[in-house]
């Protein structure tokens, strides 16, 4: 399996959790950049900003395209499939997604096209990323159902079968789970966790969840953390440190970024005018 895209990276960053990997680049390429991928995972690239003069590419067994890179353009390359692509002169700012490929289904790859979800989970994985990942492996996870979906329904064979009439998450049974996160903030929350805890398939839990608490599993997981340092801070003498690792942050310098993104405050300052 290979990936070699040619061209030359201005940054890069990786990430890598159980079932994705994340990469954000900036990246030149000249007036006739060859590019090859050929990867075991599927792999989902989406240019934030930046052009190529030109751009065309194939992918085996499907899509050929010929025109250019563009911010907000989307590509696709299933399992297994290779991709050959030649680039005219352009410099791209892009985050690619290295996705679990887990579902028995027949996939269509394309370059280049338009698909604002996709984006939009580009996006928030760079943002979570930056941010330090307040929401931990929880976020990826929920990113990595999400994509996996839209792309099961809109590019392969098949559709998910979904329950047609899936439980709520009320009463007694939203409590169970708001209250296993509350005893487990100190620990790196999963999706799979609170959807055992809720007895719920995966599909419906993050939906059902934010409709009876108003925020989606990782956000409502950030907000605890930072509500519970906030307590901390002013209820206790613990050095910063030690309630970031209570409050399931990884450094004083993790819960700063979390606390004044939440508060619009750093944590020394919210306890020193307290």
Not at 129 to 137: E, I, P, Y
């Amino acid at each position: 399996m290979a990936r070699e895209p040619g061209g030359r990276y201005l940054q890069r960053r990786e990430y890598h959790w159980p079932g994705l990997g994340l990469e954000l680049a900036k990246w030149r390429s000249g007036p006739a950049t060859q590019g090859l991928c050929h990867q075991k995972d599927h792999l989902v690239f989406v240019t934030l900003s930046g052009t190529t003069a030109h751009t065309k590419a194939s992918i085996e067994g499907g899509d050929h395209y010929v025109g250019a890179d563009f911010p907000g353009a989307v590509s696709f390359i299933p399992a297994g499939r290779l991709r050959e692509a030649t680039h005219g002169s352009g410099e791209l700012d892009y985050v690619t997604i290295h996705l679990a490929a887990k579902e028995d289904a027949d996939y269509a790859g394309f370059t280049n096209q338009p698909d604002p979800l996709i984006r939009q989970l580009a996006i928030a994985l760079r943002e979570e990323a930056r941010g330090g990942w307040a929401a931990g492996r929880m976020f990826v996870e929920s990113v990595a159902m999400t994509l996996s979906l839209h792309l099961l329904r809109h590019y392969s064979d098949r559709a998910p079968r979904i329950p047609s009439r899936p439980a709520g998450l009320t009463g007694a049974r939203l409590r169970t789970v708001v209250d296993y996160i509350a005893a487990h903030l100190h620990d790196d929350l999963r999706i799979d966790a609170l959807v055992g805890v809720a007895g719920m398939d995966r599909f419906h839990f993050s939906r059902a969840f934010k409709q009876a608490t108003g925020l989606p599993p990782h956000r409502y997981v950030i907000e605890r953390r930072v509500a519970h340092a906030a307590e901390l801070l002013t209820r206790s003498n613990l050095p910063i440190a030690e309630i970031a690792h209570h409050v399931g942050l990884s450094s004083q310098s993790h819960l700063t970024t979390v606390f004044r993104k939440v508060m619009g405050d750093t944590p020394h300052a919210y306890r020193t005018r307290r």
